[in-house]
């Protein structure tokens, strides 16, 4: 969380959670030519500390225990067990977002 809300101080990093996750450098790389877009490998611009944290972090949902599990059991059987991954740590990122945001509307 505290990478987070370092993140969150930065003025670079914005207000909004996709910034959080930009900041991450989770966010994947668009290309867009005419009609046509495709997302390839991550863009890895950002915070690696962060970065780190949230796969570690977004690795513990392939427990059964965790409350993620289901969200990463539809996604591993949609793109494998690495796409799954990722998603879950942009998840985990969005949420330590809003959490820190109503703590500092509440102080």
Request: charge should be positive; avoid cysteine.
């Amino acid at each position: 969380m505290s990478s987070i809300a370092a993140t969150r101080r930065r003025p670079e990093s914005g207000r909004r959670a996709r910034q959080v996750v930009r900041a991450a450098g989770l966010d994947p790389v668009v290309r867009a030519a005419a009609d046509k877009r495709r997302r390839g490998h991550l863009a890895k611009q950002g915070a690696p500390g962060l970065r780190w944290a949230l796969v570690e972090a977004a690795q513990h949902a392939s427990r059964k225990n965790s409350p993620d599990h289901e969200l990463y059991r539809r996604q591993r059987g949609h793109a494998g067990a690495n796409p799954a991954t990722l998603s879950i740590a942009r998840k985990i990122a969005k949420r330590a977002f809003h959490v820190l945001r109503a703590l500092e509307a509440t102080a």
